[in-house]
């Protein structure tokens, strides 16, 4: 069982906002995380849409959220902050996949068993291998 590890103070983390941080998962790989504060939950998801898992939510300029949910920057699709479903657009019916975190004295920890924090931010910060959007949602 890994230890806790401090990823953020509460008080950094806003309501609306999220933070970026890379994990190593149990099978070695490297993942992106984000760590999202709404007005009812911290919650930690991995960073990847699913109706397409190589569209990142977090582009390394924090994830859209509007009134709790995280918008995916592609279709536009929507999940909740706090349960991970999502219940329109192109990735209705599915739920983003969980990463552990909790909050304790006012410090957002990484509590995952599966998980071992590596650093805040992505896995590498060129963007170039990632698909361009069909969209334009900029937020």
């Not at 552990?100 to 590498?124: A, F, K, S, W």
Request: hydrophobic fraction near 30%.
């Amino acid at each position: 069982m890994n230890e806790p590890t401090r990823v953020t103070e509460l008080s950094e983390l806003s309501a609306g906002e999220s933070v970026l941080i890379t994990v190593r998962e149990a099978d070695g790989s490297e993942e992106e995380v984000i760590v999202v504060r709404t007005d009812e939950c911290v919650a930690g998801w991995k960073n990847f849409c699913q109706h397409e898992t190589d569209q990142r939510l977090d582009r390394g300029f924090g994830a859209a959220i509007r009134d709790g949910e995280i918008v995916c920057p592609k279709h536009g699709s929507m999940f909740d902050g706090c349960t991970g479903y999502c219940d329109n657009g192109e990735a209705a019916e599915s739920t983003l996949v969980a990463v552990d975190v909790d909050v304790r004295d006012g410090v957002v920890y990484l509590t995952d068993d599966q998980c071992e924090y590596l650093h805040e931010g992505g896995i590498d910060d060129d963007d170039d291998d990632m698909p361009s959007s069909s969209s334009h949602l900029t937020f």
